[in-house]
């Protein structure tokens, strides 16, 4: 799977992107066939925002983004958002075929 961490000018420590490469291949188990991940740090003054998009075959993308004070508590929600959308997508019924008589 190929990852990407975006974060423009902003220092992050290792232990950070460690962390979110961790929750990242973590998350990637739940979702079925993930071909890439995408993984946006910014900062706006005192909040931090983390986006994830992951990317399946046939162009199916599932995007999850949270805000907060402090990375941790940003990723971990994002992290939390994401796998309860492909947990949804997942669930999602297949069309019944009607039975003809």
Do not use: C
């Amino acid at each position: 799977m190929h990852m990407v961490f975006s974060h423009r000018g902003i220092a992050l420590t290792q232990s950070m992107l460690k962390k979110a490469e961790r929750a990242v291949l973590t998350a990637a188990e739940r979702i079925p066939r993930a071909t890439g991940a995408v993984v946006r740090f910014e900062e706006d003054g005192p909040e931090r925002r983390v986006e994830i998009v992951f990317t399946a075959p046939r162009g199916t993308r599932v995007v999850a983004s949270a805000a907060g004070r402090y990375w941790g508590p940003a990723l971990n929600a994002a992290l939390t958002k994401l796998v309860r959308q492909a947990s949804k997508e997942r669930r999602t019924p297949q069309r019944r075929t009607v039975a003809k008589d």
